[in-house]
């Protein structure tokens, strides 16, 4: 270690002072003075005498927020550090959710003090034993209700999962309310209350009715059981194990085992369609259920492929983010845009560098509807600096005076309907767009002539 003076931390234990290391309690025992993260903590009554103890707890009852207590002793202690040396004790262990230790750490290494990590007893050693869980065997996921709010996403159903710190009713309630959006009302959790201290106890509660009751405090942990199969269904890896389980020859479903990539073509196109009409009637409850039934045909694809092992689902998720990074360099790299049509020539310039001799237009797909066809390769080939006039086709009003005159071919009603596509891009309309709208009022108005005529 590097720096004049020692800054050592120390961790408490979770609970009782008989939880305190031999290690930790020597440290404590031969400092003049130490300074307590806080003083409510039931391992504080058994601490060796002889130093000084002195606590933040006044900065907790009047600081305006965590992250302001937490600055305040990070400060204080880094000065007292700087000045003679001095030890911190939290409770636990002092990396299990301290965050006050992480940024000491940071700034001490910055200012050149050298540290001390004295490990102590987590929660989870205390919380293990308690709910008969094993946190390796069993996947064991660990969040905590102070960053809770920007960590939700961490949320695995099907993975069992302890959440700590959840020190008041009004953490319970925000915990709550995350749970439900993946879990359902009725799901039993268990409060977990005084873990490493001989009061220790579990509470179960279905999780609608988690903070209904008052009875958490700075040491209370929540432990929120997997879900199964059949219940995890609000999560991406329960609809892909869902769909794994259609695909198992062990119980699966006969005609999910029989698909191939081929049978379901139709199916995907199907549900793109069905997802395009969701999105003009503006139904965000159709619009939800039509993304999912599309979704499910990605999965469906993906584990056809898995189970011939071509690629993965993995496989599928790293090619787009890696792609979206790559083509983004303006907001994942130092590369400057003006605006859209800037976004536009990077993407078509960084794409034709990925596929080195592939023409402008042999990413646009044949089978795509012909109006859409158009729309894509006039975007693509006026990105590439290749202009319109290379269609070969009468302008829109040369090909309108033709039809007219009852002189226009197939050939020239193709060339016209080309050429309105080009002027629809030019003028920013989407073709296929105000086509299947258009299509739309018309059906509308069919509707309501069929309804007058009964």
Sequence with gaps: MTGTHRLTIAGLGPGDAALLTVEARAALAAAPEVWLRTARHPAVAGLPEGPHYRSFDELYERGASFDEVYESIVARVLEAATTAGTVYAVPGHPLFGEA?????????????????????????????????????????LVLDALSFAAHRRLLA??????????????????????????????HVVRIVRGAGTHDAGIIETALAALDHA??????????????????DVRSFEGLRAVVARLRSPDGGCPWDLEQTHETLKRFLLEEAYEALDALD????HRLAEELGDLLMQVVLHAQVAEDAGAFTIEDVFGGIT???????????????????????????????????GAGVLDAVPLALPALAQAQSVLSRAAGAGIGA?????????????????????????????????????????????????AVRRFRARVAEAEAGER
């Design 157 to 186: 159903p099907a993975r069992p999962t302890v959440i700590a710190q959840v020190y008041d009713r009004r953490a319970a309630s925000q915990v709550k309310l995350a749970l439900l959006e993946q879990y359902p009302a009725e």
């Design 389 to 437: 006039e290379v269609s070969g086709g009468p302008a829109p009003g040369e090909a309108l005076a033709r039809l007219a005159a009852g002189g226009l071919t197939a050939e020239g009603l193709g060339d016209l309907l080309f050429a309105i596509v080009s002027l629809a891009r030019e003028r920013g309309v989407d073709a296929e767009e105000s086509l299947r709208l």
């Design 281 to 284: 009637t503006a139904d965000p």
């Design 100 to 140: 006050t230790v992480r940024a000491l750490l940071e700034r001490a290494a910055a200012a050149g003090v050298a540290t001390l990590v004295i490990p102590g007893i987590s929660f989870l050693d205390v919380l293990a034993p308690l709910l008969r869980l094993d946190p390796l065997a069993d996947g064991l």
């Design 322 to 356: 890696e792609k979206l990074v790559r083509r983004h360099p303006h907001v994942f790299g130092d590369v400057s845009v003006e605006d859209a049509s800037d976004v536009v020539r990077n993407w078509e310039r960084l794409k034709k560098g990925e596929r080195p």
């Design 214 to 231: 008052d009875v958490f405090d700075h040491l209370t942990s929540l432990y929120v059981p997997p879900l199964a199969l059949t219940e």
